[in-house]
């Protein structure tokens, strides 16, 4: 899959880059979104072949069912390309929990709930929060 960045930009321009390409893919099919059969929990692969914001980018070959319900963790980022990996484990984490939250998404996309979390995750971005290449 290409990377929705440049290796050239800097890595407030790669998180902003990655974030804006993970609204825009689920927010144009809710659907899309990896939940469990019963819709409880976040997959990184889904029964029915969705795959979460970060799950997205674990390559086939790569992906081991023991993942799951582990959140992004240092073997998740093994697996990751370094480009994805690099972008911090924290960034990681919170694009992650807004693609789960329920509650940041409504039949039309992102709900007045995930639009604030994206504010949260943008001023941490601005404010150099994240640890580049980490």
């Known amino acids: 899959m290409k990377l929705p960045f ?8 790669r998180r902003i880059k990655f974030l804006n390409d993970m609204i825009q893919y689920y927010s144009k099919d809710v ?4 939940k469990s059969e019963d819709g409880d929990w976040c997959c990184y ?9 970060i799950g ?3 390559p086939k070959e790569k992906y ?3 993942v799951e319900r582990n959140g ?3 073997f998740v980022l093994s ?21 789960d939250g329920n509650h940041n998404w409504s039949n039309e996309g992102l709900s007045e709930q995930g639009k604030s979390e994206i504010d949260v995750i ?7 929060v994240y640890i580049n290449g980490k």
């Open 6 to 13: 440049r290796t050239k930009d800097s890595y407030k321009q």
């Open 56 to 58: 997205r980018w674990i």
């Open 122 to 128: 943008k001023r941490k971005i601005k404010a150099n």
């Open 31 to 34: 659907s899309l979104r990896s």
């Open 64 to 66: 081991i069912s023991s």
């Open 79 to 99: 697996i990751l390309p370094k480009e994805i990996a690099n972008l911090d484990k924290c960034f990681l984490q919170d694009v992650q929990f807004l693609h």
């Open 72 to 74: 992004v963790n240092a």
């Open 45 to 53: 692969l889904a029964y029915n072949g969705n795959k979460c914001a």
